[in-house]
């Protein structure tokens, strides 16, 4: 099964009144060792080194965020500076320049999208919460 046309739905989830998406690259990884679920031959893929995946699914499995507090969240060679996360499942980073990150946790996966710098990332963060929530409601 090919889990990339959830990156189609996410960006189209994050789209504003005017039609402007707000994600532009994502992807989604196993909770348990963050394996990737979507290709890295999708256009808009954030393609996450093995290491990255697993230090991202290594802080959501056990609720500990002290490695993002401290070391911030690195994805695809860029850090972010840790910003908050929420019930344990929902993590926000930022980056000046680069623009913002929002992960969310499922059952199995994990939700990763992207917001370019000057984009609203309260839509990025309502569209993988979206794609998060559905995954929840399969139990995955």
Not at 9 to 26: E, L, T
Not at 86 to 113: C, W, Y
Request: hydrophobic share 35%.
């Amino acid at each position: 099964m090919s889990w990339d046309s959830y990156l189609d739905n996410m960006i189209a989830q994050s789209k504003d009144g005017s039609g402007g998406a707000h994600v532009d690259r994502a992807c989604i990884i196993g909770l348990d060792g963050g394996s990737a679920w979507t290709t890295a031959g999708h256009g808009n893929a954030l393609k996450l080194s093995p290491a990255e995946g697993a230090s991202i699914a290594k802080c959501l499995k056990s609720k500990d965020f002290t490695a993002f507090q401290t070391s911030g969240i690195v994805i695809e060679g860029t850090k972010y500076q840790f910003l908050r996360e929420e019930d344990g499942k929902l993590v926000l980073g930022k980056k000046k320049e680069k623009g913002a990150v929002t992960l969310q946790a499922s059952k199995t996966a994990i939700v990763v999208g992207h917001c370019p710098e000057g984009g609203q990332q309260g839509n990025t963060n309502k569209a993988v919460g979206v794609i998060a929530d559905y995954l929840d409601s399969l139990g995955m």
